[in-house]
């Protein structure tokens, strides 16, 4: 039997609807899915590049008074796959930006760990060169400094065993675990120099205890001891405050000539975009 055009109409339009409402919602939640997921993408590498910047910021100074080549390199290598990572975002490419975050992350953990490690180092040689001079002056000051410059010296390395023992892949939290270890093994090298000042220093032109800036510690540096100790003592000065000696600090040099064809991811992804570009 033939079943009327009409008829045959409102049986296609029913099953269509009946099919529509059932492959739509789905659709949609994986619309939403897909879309939700984006934004965490999104969002990760937006903290990321953030965190990034601080990292770099902190270390720039250490890597530019101190760093040796390998350090540099790495630092270069980091520097390069943050550019790369910030591009990336601003292609809207959140997931492969991350990627890049990470790889970067990865390599300032190796360099933090190498900088904490000479940090500790120097401030364990400042504080036992000087300590014979304090003891046998009997200075009850500069042996003060001398007990806060160790307290600080084992704190930082304290800190630095915690970050050694954090999740491998809390790249982050472990980083900024080294941020404090860094910073109280700069607090040591600061105590050590003030122990060294108060003891080479005649009691009438002594400041009061924690009283000296930046530019009274330098001046007062470098008339002490033999010249090549002195230049070392003030690179170590300028960078527990964080300043860089050159004119230009190493990050900055690297901004200026990013040389990202350096990097195989860099090669790797003109190479998608060349070929995305001729599918179009």
Do not use: C
């Amino acid at each position: 039997m033939r079943i009327p055009q009409t008829a045959a109409r409102a049986v296609l339009v029913t099953v269509t609807a009946f099919l529509l409402a059932e492959i739509a919602p789905v659709d949609a939640v994986a619309q939403r899915t897909k879309t939700s997921q984006r934004a965490g993408e999104q969002r990760k590498a937006e903290t990321g590049l953030k965190d990034n910047r601080y990292f770099f910021y902190f270390i720039d100074s250490s890597i530019s008074n101190l760093g040796t080549d390998e350090e540099k390199k790495l630092f270069r290598e980091a520097i390069q796959r943050d550019i790369l990572a910030q591009l990336l975002y601003m292609k809207f490419q959140f997931k492969e930006s991350y990627g890049e975050i990470r790889k970067a992350q990865r390599i300032l953990i190796d360099l933090y760990g190498k900088t904490l490690a000479r940090d500790i180092g120097i401030a364990g040689e400042l504080l036992n060169g000087f300590a014979p001079r304090v003891i046998e002056l009997q200075d009850s000051r500069a042996r003060g400094y001398l007990h806060l410059g160790y307290r600080d010296m084992k704190s930082a390395r304290t800190a630095m065993m915690i970050g050694d023992n954090i999740t491998e892949k809390l790249y982050s939290m472990r980083l900024y675990q080294y941020v404090r270890a860094i910073k109280l093994a700069k607090h040591a090298k600061r105590y050590a120099f003030l122990s060294l000042i108060e003891i080479s220093t005649p009691r009438e032109e002594r400041r009061p205890v924690n009283n000296y800036s930046f530019a009274e510690i330098e001046t007062r540096l470098s008339k002490i001891g033999p010249d090549d100790r002195r230049e070392r003592h003030l690179l170590i000065h300028w960078d527990n405050y964080y300043r860089s000696k050159s004119p230009r600090s190493f990050y900055d040099e690297i901004w200026d000539n990013p040389a990202l064809q350096e990097l195989e991811d860099y090669q790797n992804y003109l190479s998608q975009k060349e070929y995305i570009e001729e599918g179009d």
